[in-house]
């Protein structure tokens, strides 16, 4: 979990029938609004690009949400917690904002965690950019633009309102909440939303 390095996921184990508050979710004493339209489910993935969980956790959530169901909507935030995660924030709505986050998105995690690229060095990053076909100017321009910084800040509020102590932590439509420690695997974090969506519906 980073921010509170816990280690890395065990191994998975079996699903459980029936899950605890407290010990496998945890329930948010004040419900937050969601951006999701009338009928769908929110779920949230609070992330951070320099989280090696968050990394090893990306292609378990890929691979589930083409899975999900029709009623429900998965958006990811960036979790804020110092400048350091809000510049990299800042960086994910920039994507957002150029439309190019289905292309680059798990490449630049890539790049992070495989290549050793320092999104704190402006050079480096810029290069990589660059080798990505994305302009520089623009990329700058829309990083510094109202809309991206308010997202950003947006994305802090967040950050406190669910309560996140760590990455990667899942939410599901304003009301609960799952982190590696209640989820014990990526599987397991992933088959508690599934749970809690449940829920939801119900």
Wanted: proline share 6%.
């Amino acid at each position: 979990v980073c921010s509170s390095d816990l280690g890395t996921f065990p191994e998975a184990g079996s699903a459980q029938p029936q899950l605890r508050a407290g010990t496998d979710y945890s329930e948010l004493r004040v419900p937050q609004a969601v951006e999701a339209p009338p009928g769908k489910i929110e779920i949230v993935e609070f992330f951070w690009y320099g989280c090696p969980h968050c990394y090893s956790l990306e292609p378990y959530l890929e691979s589930w949400a083409k899975k999900l169901p029709a009623d429900t909507l998965l958006r990811r935030i960036p979790a804020v917690f110092n400048e350091r995660w809000a510049r990299d924030a800042g960086i994910f709505y920039t994507f957002e904002a150029l439309g190019v986050t289905e292309k680059v998105h798990r490449p630049f995690f890539d790049a992070i965690h495989r290549e050793g690229l320092k999104t704190e060095h402006p050079d480096a990053l810029k290069q990589w950019l660059e080798r990505r076909g994305i302009e520089i100017r623009k990329f700058e321009d829309s990083y510094k633009s109202f809309g991206v910084q308010s997202r950003v800040k947006r994305a802090q509020q967040l950050s406190v309102a669910y309560r996140i102590e760590g990455t990667p932590t899942m939410g599901v439509h304003g009301r609960f909440t799952v982190s590696p420690e209640q989820g014990k695997s990526q599987d397991g974090i992933l088959a508690n939303v599934d749970y809690l969506v449940g829920l939801v519906r119900a």
